[in-house]
Structure formats: C-alpha cells, structure tokens
C-alpha cells in the first residue's frame, strides 16, 4: 500500500520551489514598459529607450501646457483654482509652503496603506508662476512625481474656451512632433497592428 503521507512531503517541497521559481522568471520579465502610439494612419510600439523618451515628452508637453495656461491669465493678481494630490505629509508641507486657500479635499489611500489627499484650492497667479518655473521633468514623471507635479488648471474664466483650444492645439502639435522624432531616431520602436476603438 501506498503511504501517501510521505509522498506529500517531497511533492510539497517540489511545488513550493518550482513557483518560487516562476515567481520570479514571471517578476523579472513582465510588466514590460511601453507604449503604443499612433501617428500619421501607423502605429508604433514604444520600448526602453524609446519608452523613456516617450515620458520625457509626456513631462515636457505638460509643462508647456502649464507655462501657456499661466501666460494666458491676466491680471497676474488673479487667483486661479488648481487641484493637485499627494501623501497627506507631502500635501501639507505643500500647502504650508505656498500660498493655497483650500476649497476642498476628498481623502484617498494609496497602495501599500498611505493616507494621501486630492485636493482643490485657490493660488494667487504670482505663486504659480513661480512653481510652474521650477518645474523639471522628475516632477511629471510617473517614478518620481511629486505634488508639484499632479497640479492641474482648473477651468476658470481667467483663461477662456478660445485660448484653451489654442493650448490644446499647440500641446498636441508638440507632441506629436516630439512623437515623430522618437520614432525615426530612438532605438526600441516597432511597427505595431493599429487597434480599431469600436
């Protein structure tokens, strides 16, 4: 007779190593970064280097955005709404820094367990001016995004529909420029199947 107690000690021992085992084959492989773009009717995969400069991009066309937005805000007394989120100790370091009139604050936790905030509140123009020029990259980018770097424009009526279309077009003609010259000088770019949204 078969003593299948002792046949399950090893068997156990063998299942435990073999996940570990591809646990890790698995963890080091994937997720594997890119991006799938398209541009001109062709679409395009984006990975490593070409992946990286595909963040930088995304960073730098936010930026501009931001430098416009502000530009476009007369009187530079204004006060204009923002929102921006963050860990709560990294809100409130912000919020003490910097000049805000909080208007509102919806709680958030963020993975693993961190108490953070979205926040809205109002900033006289002159101290956003001053954030948005000191604006890096390393603010925008996912790895490294700081609550300086979450901060969105809200609509308000110092910056009209007319001037936000012209934001938009020239934010997309910069990006899609910068999209061009990754893709005809960057390593990591492949032809990819366009993906019909249906």
Known sequence: MVNYAVLAIPLIGVLIIAGTTSFFIVYSSYPQKHENISIDGNC?????TAHQKYGNLTAEA???????QVSNVKPNNAVIPIIFNGKDS???S????H????TSRQ?????PNINGSVVTANIPKVELQRIVDNLTIYDLLP?????VGSIGIQPNKFITSIESSDISSITDKFMTNGLKE???RSDGVKTAECRNDT
Do not use: A, C
């Open 99 to 102: 000049n805000l009139s909080e």
């Open 94 to 97: 912000f919020m003490d820094k």
């Open 107 to 111: 709680r958030v936790i963020y993975f």
């Open 90 to 92: 990294e809100i409130e």
């Open 62 to 68: 936010e930026i501009n955005k931001m430098i416009l």
């Open 44 to 48: 395009y995969e984006l990975l490593g």
């Open 143 to 147: 790895s490294t995004k700081s609550v």
């Open 182 to 184: 990754i893709i005809s």
